[in-house]
Antibody, heavy 121, light 107 residues
Framework: QVQLVQSGAEVKKPGASVKVSCKASGYTFTGYYMHWVRQAPGQGLEWMGRINPNSGGTNYAQKFQGRVTMTRDTSISTAYMELSRLRSDDTAVYYC??????????????WGQGTLVTVSS | DIQLTQSPSFLSASVGDRVTITCRASQGISSYLAWYQQKPGKAPKLLIYAASTLQSGVPSRFSGSGSGTEFTLTISSLQPEDFATYYCQQLNSYPYDFGGGTKVEIK
């Protein structure tokens, strides 16, 4: 079945970087954009950006420009999201999600299980 | 950027109630809208895509409607497992932002 499996929880110090992985299975990895969404504790969902696994092309939310880098390794069907210069307010659960489409719309399905990143000194 | 205003942000209802959640976009997004359900500690789950198409496996008590700037998610008869937070998302143009969420709690 179609599945996204993310890497485990991370604890980082302010100023450090974190790299979260998202391994896809059950479908052609290069055929669908991969998106990243985060959720701070008790807060809503925040779109961070996307990568085209086929070309490597990216779009990032303005808020994260300059701090986020999304990459992929097609040989192992895995997408990565690296966030640098971490601050305490980057503490959140980070999700990857596949964008699916038909002729009239897009949607996210499935989602990864989430990766908790805690930023604390 | 397209802003999504979701209302209400909190809703208290009883089992069997009909519940409606509204999502308004700051500009037209055609049918590029999805609805998700999220339970504590879990990833969001797709309920509705293309504004009104029920995702496979989702109970038929869930329905979506709307086009352009105004959208609704309706639960025809609330069940105990439906108590959760619901989010709309626009996928018409980047950034693919979400509404602020509606938390549905037991009255």
């Amino acid at each position: 079945q179609v599945q996204l499996v993310q890497s485990g929880a991370e604890v980082k110090k302010p100023g450090a970087s974190v790299k979260v992985s998202c391994k896809a299975s059950g479908y052609t990895f290069t055929g669908y954009y991969m998106h990243w969404v985060r959720q701070a504790p008790g807060q809503g969902l925040e779109w961070m950006g996307r990568i085209n696994p086929n070309s490597g092309g990216t779009n990032y939310a303005q808020k994260f420009q300059g701090r986020v880098t999304m990459t992929r390794d097609t040989s192992i069907s895995t997408a990565y999201m690296e966030l640098s210069r971490l601050r305490s307010d980057d503490t959140a659960v980070y999700y990857c999600a596949r964008r699916f489409a038909n002729r009239t719309s897009f949607w996210f399905d499935p989602w990864g299980q989430g990766t908790l990143v805690t930023v604390s000194s | 950027d397209i802003q999504l205003t979701q209302s209400p942000s909190f809703l208290s209802a009883s089992v069997g109630d009909r519940v409606t959640i509204t999502c308004r976009a700051s500009q037209g997004i055609s049918s590029y809208l999805a609805w998700y359900q999220q339970k504590p500690g879990k990833a969001p789950k797709l309920l509705i895509y293309a504004a009104s198409t029920l995702q496979s496996g989702v109970p038929s008590r869930f329905s979506g409607s709307g086009s352009g700037t105004e959208f609704t998610l309706t639960i025809s008869s609330l069940q105990p497992e439906d108590f959760a937070t619901y989010y709309c998302q626009q996928l018409n143009s980047y950034p693919y932002d979400f509404g602020g969420g509606t938390k549905v709690e037991i009255k």
